[in-house]
């Protein structure tokens, strides 16, 4: 068990969104905090700071962790990725288009969280039914939207990345 010093501040080497990226954080400093305040990144939004409401929801190692109940000095040496690291070449991946196509947000304060637990699910989750995007949901709390446009834009872009993986798939 590595002991830190409280008040003190320690490196902290990340590769966000497939860059390397290092700061300084004291020992109990929030990823959130880590990625809004040290590296700028302002995409992820802290909401309840008790993991609840899930806005605050990125991908550490391959997996959808609530950023607000994790320390940065954890992650030294993680791959995280933000809502930022999304889209591809500039363009919005295929569960962006689905959230646009569908008016799947409002304020979209919660939108990123959503974005990235979603990204999580489909990758584990290719051909979701309704229900389990709903189980899935249950996890982030949205005050604007209903639910009813985020489901539809979760099954709308597993269908779109299914079929993009058919074609590929099917190319010689």
Same mark, same amino acid.
């Given at each position: 068990?590595?002991?830190?010093?409280?008040?003190?501040?320690?490196?902290?080497?990340?590769?966000?969104?497939?860059?390397?990226?290092?700061?300084?954080?004291?020992?109990?400093?929030?990823?959130?905090?880590?990625?809004?305040?040290?590296?700028?990144?302002?995409?992820?939004?802290?909401?309840?700071?008790?993991?609840?409401?899930?806005?605050?929801?990125?991908?550490?190692?391959?997996?959808?962790?609530?950023?607000?109940?994790?320390?940065?000095?954890?992650?030294?040496?993680?791959?995280?990725?933000?809502?930022?690291?999304?889209? @591809?070449? &500039?363009?919005?991946?295929?569960? @962006?288009?689905?959230?646009?196509?569908?008016?799947?947000?409002?304020?979209?304060?919660?939108?990123?969280?959503?974005?990235?637990?979603?990204?999580?699910?489909?990758?584990?989750?290719?051909?979701?039914?309704?229900?389990?995007?709903?189980?899935?949901?249950?996890?982030?709390?949205?005050?604007?939207? &209903?639910?009813?446009?985020?489901?539809?834009?979760?099954?709308?872009?597993?269908?779109?990345?299914?079929?993009?993986?058919?074609?590929?798939?099917?190319?010689?």
């Amino acid at each position: 068990m590595i002991r830190l010093k409280p008040g003190s501040r320690h490196p902290v080497a990340l590769t966000v969104n497939e860059k390397a990226c290092t700061g300084t954080a004291e020992p109990r400093t929030l990823l959130s905090d880590f990625l809004r305040h040290e590296l700028k990144l302002h995409g992820t939004h802290v909401g309840c700071e008790h993991g609840v409401c899930g806005a605050c929801t990125v991908m550490v190692d391959g997996r959808a962790v609530r950023s607000c109940m994790q320390l940065a000095v954890e992650c030294d040496g993680a791959s995280v990725r933000t809502v930022e690291g999304l889209a @591809q070449d &500039g363009a919005l991946n295929a569960l @962006q288009r689905a959230f646009n196509r569908h008016h799947a947000l409002q304020c979209g304060f919660c939108t990123a969280g959503i974005l990235m637990s979603a990204t999580h699910f489909l990758s584990e989750n290719p051909n979701p039914t309704e229900d389990a995007v709903k189980e899935m949901l249950s996890g982030h709390i949205c005050r604007c939207t &209903g639910y009813y446009p985020i489901v539809a834009a979760i099954l709308d872009a597993a269908g779109e990345i299914c079929a993009a993986n058919r074609i590929t798939k099917e190319k010689p």
